[in-house]
Each structure stands twice: as structure tokens, then as C-alpha cells.
């Protein structure tokens, strides 16, 4: 094989030319037919098979190579879609959690900017307001009053501040479960009296304690009872007159026809004083009058006017 060919078939395997001018550059290369000297051209004849069964060695070598090609490029090109498909469906899920989280901070905004203590109720007088709280993530009732007591006891003195006294009541509804069964109760507390914000946190500790023992004797007394969770906590409120001696009040139409309770018309606060000394102190006539009776001169040291009920002994 002539050093020609040599570099032509390395130009052709390293892919610098291809198969026609390959082929063009050998026919280039071989000279006339000479058919006189046959005997001559029997060696030219099989240098020129031998070159060509190279070539085709070649030929399939180098097909073998573009097939061995094409196959890693479509193993390349499969692998690269399963990467893409992959990374298609991480940014969906993260898209989706986006969304989701988006979605939970809105829920936990709106719950933030909505009241904790919810109105429900509440008369067109304004002596009766019931007022509710969410307990459904509480499971134990002992915390859940001793977290919303710094809520409950504000509400407890804003409210006394404007209805100048008022009586309160705290109520919790409990879920139980047992054997795959549910039920519900409504625990109530005493109602508390509060004229001022001196003794609000011990009422509501006495409420509390006495919520917690209704739940603890309903578990305990035998009926297999759990708590499942605390569902909602109420808090009722009145209006709270405490009974207490006053000024001249008149009397009712049926008492007054009766003629037998003397009703003194006084223009002070001292009404228990009045009253005693028009029982001491009988008078003749005009028993209404204050002129009826003489000046008392009774000691009421330590005596509130208008006298409440407490100082009365």
C-alpha cells in the first residue's frame, strides 16, 4: 500500500474527508488501463483490492462508530429529558409548597387580625354579653385557663369599668371519648360579684379551680370519661346592682295603699339613719316628714352612705 493511500484512509478514519472524495482522491490516483501488458497489470490489480478491502474495513469501522454515536447521543438525549422531567416536577413541588405556605399565612394572618374573644351574645340593654373562645388546640383545661386568664381578666375590668359592677361567669365545653364513642359537656363556674379590680384575679382563680373540678369528678367517678380535647371557653357577664341603702325612693302603689311602711322623704344618703331614729323616734303625724322627728344623734363611725348590705349587722 503506497504511503499515499496511507494518508488518505488516516484523513478518512480521523473524519477530515469523507467517503466521495475519498474515493475520488483513489481513482485519482490510479493509472490508465494498459491492456497489452496483462501480465503487468496483475499486480496493480490486486494492490488495488487489497487497498479496497481496506477501505471497506474502514468504511465499516467508521459506520460502527457513527451507529456507537448516535446510541450514546440518544442515551444522552434520554438521560437529559429524565433530568429535565426531574427538574420540572422539583420546581412543581416547589411552586406547590409555595402556594400551600402562601395559602397557611393567610389563614394564620386573618386569625391573628381576628378578635380572640369572640361577642355572641348581648341584650339591646347591654346587661348581658357572652363572649366565646376557640380551645379546640388545648387537650388539657388547666392550661387552657391559666393562658387566656390575662385576656379573660381584661375583658372582666373593661367591662366593670363601664357597667360600673357586674357578676361573671366562666363556662368550658369539654369533648370526651371512650370505647369510640364521643361526648360533650358544659362545666360552669359560680358566678362571681366584682365592684372593683381589686379581687378580679382571685375570682377568676375560683372559677378556674372550680371548672377543673367538675372535669375532674366527672373522669374520675367510674364512667371511663377521657378528655379528648377542650372545644370552647365562654365568658358570661351582667350587670351587677349590689343592694345598698339609698336616698327617698317611693313606694309602690300597692304597698302604699297599705299605709303600714313608713317611707321617709329624705333628700340624703342617709336612709338607714332616718329609718332608725323614725323607729326609736315615733312620730304623732305626717310620719313622711322629716320635720316629724327629732335630730339623731346615733355613732355610725365606720359606716358607708349609701349603707350596703355588709355594714348592716
Known amino acids: 500500500m503506497s504511503e499515499t493511500v496511507q494518508k488518505l484512509l488516516k484523513l478518512y478514519e480521523n473524519g477530515v474527508i469523507d467517503d466521495n472524495a475519498l474515493n475520488k482522491a483513489l481513482n ?23 487497498e479496497q478491502a481496506a477501505l471497506e474495513k474502514l468504511h465499516a469501522r467508521r459506520v460502527r462508530k457513527r451507529q456507537r454515536r448516535k446510541q450514546r447521543d440518544k442515551d444522552e438525549e434520554k438521560v437529559n429529558s429524565q433530568v429535565r422531567v426531574k427538574r420540572q416536577r422539583k420546581k412543581q413541588r416547589k411552586k406547590q409548597h409555595a402556594n400551600v405556605m402562601n395559602e397557611l399565612k393567610q389563614v394564620f394572618k386573618a ?3 381576628e378578635p380572640e374573644l369572640k361577642l355572641v351574645d348581648k341584650t339591646k340593654c347591654g346587661y348581658l354579653r357572652a363572649h366565646e373562645i376557640s380551645a379546640r388546640r388545648y387537650k388539657d383545661p388547666q392550661k387552657l385557663l391559666t393562658d387566656k386568664k390575662s385576656s379573660l381578666t381584661k375583658k372582666i375590668v373593661n367591662d366593670m369599668l363601664e357597667l360600673k359592677g357586674l357578676k361573671f361567669q366562666l363556662a368550658l365545653t369539654v369533648r370526651f371519648s371512650k370505647d ?3 361526648t360533650t359537656g358544659t362545666f360552669y363556674s359560680f358566678q362571681q360579684g366584682i365592684t372593683n379590680s381589686n379581687g ?9 379551680s372550680h371548672i377543673e373540678n367538675g372535669i375532674e369528678k366527672f373522669t374520675n367517678n367510674g364512667s371511663g370519661w377521657v378528655i379528648d380535647r377542650c372545644e370552647t371557653l365562654y365568658l358570661n357577664i351582667a350587670k351587677y346592682e349590689p343592694l345598698k341603702g339609698s336616698s ?14 313608713i317611707n321617709i322623704k329624705n333628700t340624703d344618703n342617709r336612709c338607714l339613719v332616718h ?3 323614725s323607729a326609736l323616734n315615733p312620730a304623732t303625724h305626717h310620719s313622711d316628714r322629716l320635720s316629724s322627728y327629732p335630730v ?18
Do not use: V
Not at 202 to 208: I, T
Not at 297 to 308: H, Q
Open 180 to 182: 369510640k364513642k364521643e
Open 296 to 313: 339623731p344623734n346615733f355613732k355610725f363611725e365606720g359606716i358607708d352612705f349609701p349603707t350596703p348590705i355588709s355594714q348592716i349587722p
Open 28 to 50: 485519482a490516483l490510479q493509472p490508465p488501463s494498459a491492456p497489452k501488458e496483462q501480465t503487468a497489470s496483475a499486480p496493480k490489480e490486486q494492490t488495488t483490492s487489497k
Open 275 to 277: 329609718a332608725i331614729n
Open 248 to 261: 327617698y325612693i317611693p313606694l309602690p302603689k300597692e304597698l302604699a295603699s297599705k299605709k303600714a311602711i
Open 111 to 113: 386569625r391573628e387580625s
Open 200 to 208: 378580679i384575679s382571685d375570682s377568676y382563680n375560683q372559677a378556674s
